[in-house]
């Protein structure tokens, strides 16, 4: 998903507005590839040292999914986060340098570097963890507009560059709400492991019941942020509003009833995966600028 949207906002969010609107992009196909696999590299060293540190958790919460000492030794596991992570950030250097703008190479430090402290510690503590893995997602979305449109500004293009920045920016901000709600959804869903763990998540601390009542009303936030957005941007555009409403706001509030009644474990696997969807259906959203830009 990290791969088909930062995709999605170079070749149909800016290059299509190249010549309509002046908008110029920095990296070549070439380049733009090595910055996707840094992304997902980092991020899938971000799921290895996770699943390291959650082996005993899992073993309760998910125990046909437990990877690490079932699969791979957590000594090899280790060795392979390791791996990802010089891989990953040994390639965002290289493209920081590549064009002229090494500062860069610290996002891609400080997003490695977060997921370690996330999985080890961050995320025994109440909502800090759910917080910062949910703005390295959104890094993973902004990442794109950072290398791609602020190393061509100038002051003839600056407006339209910063125009795509925003855009680019809303749709780091829907995936920061929209993963922040499911890593709590989750959260409660992995009570008795964590419980066992010794972590001091929401639902711990709440209680089951306060928690879902906290998490119906975070969820809100995104579908009125949504609503806000259509109506402010888009409502001229009949077909494009269509969308929003079927694939993304119909969808968040069914999932806000959901949360209202939710009660069982598949409950809120339920939600999580739908929730997934969203941030799926909400990103692919990217493909029809091309149609709202023309307006």
Do not use: W
Not at 66 to 71: F, G, K, M, N, P
Not at 119 to 148: A, D, H, P, R, T
Not at 245 to 252: G, K, Q, R, S
Request: net charge neutral; glycine share 6%; charged share 15%.
């Amino acid at each position: 998903m990290i791969a088909l949207v930062q995709y999605l906002i170079k070749y149909a969010l800016l290059l299509p507005f190249f010549e309509s609107h002046g908008v110029i992009t920095t990296l070549k196909p070439l380049g733009f590839a090595i910055l996707v696999i840094a992304t997902v590299f980092i991020a899938a060293g971000g799921y290895v040292i996770n699943d390291i540190y959650d082996i005993e958790t899992d073993k309760v919460n998910k125990p046909d999914k437990v990877i690490v000492d079932q699969h791979i030794s957590e000594k090899n596991a280790l060795r392979l986060f390791i791996i990802l992570n010089v891989i990953g950030v040994g390639l965002g250097y290289y493209l920081s340098n590549g064009i002229g703008q090494s500062g860069f190479f610290v996002i891609f430090i400080i997003a490695s570097a977060l997921l370690y402290i996330y999985s080890s510690y961050l995320k025994q503590m109440l909502l800090i963890g759910n917080i910062v893995v949910s703005l390295v997602v959104s890094l993973c979305i902004l990442l794109v507009g950072v290398f791609e449109l602020l190393p061509a500004i100038s002051e003839a293009n600056r407006s339209v560059q910063i125009t795509f920045f925003k855009i680019i920016l809303d749709y780091a901000i829907f995936a920061f709400m929209i993963n922040l709600v499911r890593e709590l959804v989750k959260d409660i869903e992995d009570i008795d492991g964590d419980h066992k763990a010794g972590m001091q998540t929401l639902p711990i601390v709440l209680g089951r019941e306060r928690a879902n009542k906290v998490v119906f009303a975070l969820s809100l936030i995104p579908l009125i942020s949504v609503i806000y957005y259509v109506v402010t941007h888009l409502f001229k555009q009949t077909e494009i509003v269509g969308y929003f409403l079927v694939f993304v706001i119909a969808p968040l509030i069914y999932i806000s009833i959901k949360l209202f009644s939710a009660e069982q474990k598949s409950h809120y696997k339920h939600i999580s995966l739908i929730l997934k969807l969203v941030m799926l259906s909400g990103m692919l959203s990217l493909s029809l600028y091309n149609f709202i830009l023309k307006f």
